[in-house]
């Protein structure tokens, strides 16, 4: 059977930042040690119900690096016992303000070799709208610790369509990027979600409107690739060799375990998630997974959306060995008015999206998977 991709969610941060919309709650020591033995006990579960290789493991929050190193090296130990992680990615998710040079020596040798970290911009009165703790010297330090500790594989978030963002304040935050020479990027446009201080507070009147946001997220992609960095999906770019594998298997319908409230998996042809529940979490005992059937997953649309997120797009052989003859031509032939109009191209069996379709996917993936 093919690995998995094992995905652990922290749900622990100093403080909420008004936009965000993730299961995350205050860092308090007792708790994250009884949750630390929890995510133990669950991945011995998981592993006697499916027992599978992991390639990938990745800590996402929440803030993970709040976890501690001592917390997360018997993570990594754990499930390297029990899914035969060896050589494989591990991230871990960071605010660079929350992880020390030393945190980051123990994790590379407990096995993580790659480091997120959520800059979102290098403009200062960006940042402070954010809500954003950290300091462009945190950054700075953060990933030169990264390096030192032996962690080349480092990826920066950028967020687009801020208010006052323009093109010059992004192109700050980009050149500072470039300036750090990392291998990865995530540009993300802001969304405000619903019940978040954001939303709350109408945020979205200071924000650029959808013409302004779209002339944003266009300029970023033209510059990161005029920089190096290669657009492999909606929101990554990365310098060949150093996109996100744990992503990947997402973007391509591959199976994945997720542990952890509000984490999700794929398993089997069904789907699963835990409720956003931190305590119903910690109750759990013994074999019982404690997670909620989400329905069948994998279809052959599923995985057509989820291959269109990329810029490799949808090719018609791959579908056709992985469907058993089906060779995705309806897709083919609804998606041509879209080629039309600039939206998505072929090229031999493939169907992609341009950059400028990116940003109506949504409601093209909507016409022509229906």
Not at 55 to 70: D, H, I, Q, R, V
Not at 267 to 282: H, I, M, N, S, V
Not at 345 to 365: H, K, Q, W, Y
Request: some cysteine; glycine content about 10%; aromatic content about 10%.
């Amino acid at each position: 059977m093919e690995p998995v991709g094992l995905y652990l969610h922290i749900p622990f941060c100093r403080g909420k930042c008004p936009y965000c919309d993730f299961y995350s709650l205050p860092a308090e020591e007792e708790r994250m040690e009884r949750y630390t033995r929890a995510l133990c006990a669950r991945m011995e579960a998981a592993a006697a119900r499916f027992p599978r290789r992991a390639a990938t493991l990745y800590f996402g929050g929440g803030t993970p690096s709040l976890l501690g190193a001592e917390r997360l090296c018997r993570l990594i130990s754990c499930a390297g016992q029990l899914f035969s992680l060896r050589g494989g990615e591990i991230t871990l998710e960071a605010n660079p303000g929350a992880v020390t040079a030393q945190e980051l020596r123990e994790l590379s040798a407990a096995g993580v070799n790659r480091v997120s970290l959520g800059l979102q911009s290098a403009a200062e009165e960006e940042t402070a709208f954010l809500g954003r703790r950290h300091t462009l010297q945190d950054v700075e330090n953060a990933v030169a610790w990264c390096r030192a500790a032996g962690v080349e594989n480092i990826s920066l978030d950028l967020m687009l369509g801020l208010p006052g963002q323009t093109r010059e304040t992004l192109g700050r935050s980009i050149g500072f990027c470039a300036a750090l020479e990392v291998p990865h990027l995530s540009a993300y446009l802001l969304k405000i979600e619903p019940g978040t201080p954001f939303a709350k507070n109408h945020a979205e009147r200071l924000c650029p409107d959808e013409d302004e946001q779209a002339e944003l997220y266009l300029f970023a992609a033209e510059e990161l690739e005029r920089r190096g960095w290669k657009q492999y999906e909606i929101s990554n770019f990365a310098r060949p060799g150093f996109e996100g594998r744990h992503n990947l298997t997402y973007w391509d319908c591959r199976e994945y375990l997720g542990l952890g409230p509000a984490a999700h998996s794929f398993l089997e042809g069904k789907r699963y998630f835990y409720p956003r529940d931190l305590e119903g979490f910690l109750a759990l005992s013994g074999p019982e997974m404690g997670w909620v059937e989400d329905g069948p997953g994998g279809s052959r649309e599923e995985y057509a959306m989820l291959r269109l997120r990329l810029a490799e797009g949808l090719r018609r052989r791959d579908a056709s060995a992985r469907f058993g003859g089906w060779d995705a031509g309806e897709i083919f032939c609804r998606a041509e008015p879209y080629v039309r109009a600039g939206l998505m191209a072929r090229e031999d069996d493939r169907l992609f999206f341009t950059p400028r379709g990116f940003l109506l996917s949504n409601s093209v993936l909507a016409r022509i998977l229906e």
